[in-house]
């Protein structure tokens, strides 16, 4: 494993000269560490490039981190990791994602991870994705998640960017059955001419399941971001999708959610903002002694915590 | 001290709000400012906190001319002010703003002992974000917390009272007297409520953009209960309250 590695291990993920619990390191394509445990089995996929992870039922507060790091210009990596979650499992999954250049070449990570819950089981799932590096080169990271929520099992999915990045295409889809829960929340910053696209699909099947999908975003310099979301309600359920966004500069902001009930008892929410930062809680916060640019930042800090 | 000298604001399309005020807050005393909606009292507070800026006259804090400073240079000369309507951030929490204001980290039982002072459990609150989820009352506590953690040279409270249930008045009541024994240095509390007035030393009263009566709070009291605040094209019957037993 080589220095930058470590070093993107530290932005993106839980690492500390280690990892205490399972784990998976993936450097420019290759595995450069991995650990299973007793609970949690990891292999080589067969078909296709990646990992499939087997969660015991029942496993209670347990990890594992399976970050991936691309670190010069000139690669292409796309990885397929599927997610089996035993019955009443109780997980916190971390898949953080760093490209580092310092070329004009390009670099990109494509992620695909499909996530199979289990009855009853939770998780929590975290995902940081940074670039890094002076190389001029495009960095991309593309990102597909597909979750699957078997009856009564809950996803939390926190995700945060926050600079360095220059292409992302994220897709997130998902089918909840009965009492299922998901819960989404999504951070990113974008500056300079970067570009950031994120796609949502929730399908809800079963009665009493339900979605709640917080998206804030902030666009700055000359950067661009697109949101679309499509919550479907086919029973008894409940949908709720929220797109913040603040933009400053030049910065753009394109947001269309879409909501489909069909079902008499679906209930979908959607609710949407952008603008630019108002300007009575700068002057609030310069009432406390900060500057303007002081006053900026800690709203920006503040709004993608 | 802080001086007013011939202060005058008009609103951007024109209509004059503030008509020559000259006022002088001494130190260690607490002031409280009333009169009718409308008469100019936020639209005073925050000329001196910096909000707005005079069309003519002038500011000045302990001798210093502090008319062309912008918000934060008054804010760090020692200017606290706490809005009549606070402001909702959508990320920053309780903590975030009360260390803001306070300008260091704090502990957490300095930052719970602020939330104490106002009447909100420090555990419910203390992590809360600063949203549109916090009831009108709740905010406005947050929002003298905040002045309370300055603890500045001069903290001005517009309407503190608006949306603070009874039981709490009280207590905030005792908050006041205990930051003006605290404080070395000025207050000024603008407010409808006569318990606040009975707790000023000075009263002043702001009418159509005018200081109508300023004074002693025992001789501008009297003038208060008595006073007539329409004009003459306001029609002169009284209001009839139908239903009661009135
Ligand atoms: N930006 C503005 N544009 C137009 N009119 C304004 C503006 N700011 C204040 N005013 C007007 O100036 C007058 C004084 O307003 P101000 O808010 O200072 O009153 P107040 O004494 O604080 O009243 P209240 O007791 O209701 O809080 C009002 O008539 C108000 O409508
Ligand atoms: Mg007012």
Redesign the interface.
Known sequence: MNEITRELLKAVSDYHDGYADAYNIREDGCCVGRKSTENIKIDTKEDNPGLVIHIKPGTKGERVSIPACVTHGNVDDIVYNDFYVGEGADVLIIAGCGVHVETGEPARHNGIHRFFLEKGSHVVYQEKHVGRGRGLGIKSIDPVTEIYLGENSCLEMDSLQLGGVDRTLRKTSAVAEKGAKLIIRERILTDGDQQAKTEFDVEMNGEGSSVNLIS?SVARGNSYQQYRSRIVGNAPCAGHSEC?AIIADNGRVDAAPELTANDGDAALIHEAAIGKI?G??I??????????EEAEA??V????? | MLELKKVTWSAPEGTAVLRGIDLTIPDNKLVVITGPNGGGKTTLAKLI?G?EKPESGSILLDGQDITGL???ER??LG???A?QQ??R?????VS??LE??A?RKLSEQAACGYLFKVGLCAKDYINREVNATLSGGEIKRIELA?VLA?HTRLSIFDEPEAGIDLWSFNNLIDVFKELQRSLNGSMIIISHQERILSIADEIVVISEGKITADGAADEVMPQLLGGDMSCEKCPKIEIQYYGGDN
């Open positions: 804030r913040d108002a009575e809680q002057v609030k916060l310069r009432t406390l002694g900060l500057s303007e800690k709203i800090a503040g709004f993608l915590k | 906190a909000l912008d918000i934060t804010a760090k200017v606290s002010y809005f606070p402001v951030f959508k990320g920053l929490t975030d703003l803001l204001a300008g905040t300055r």
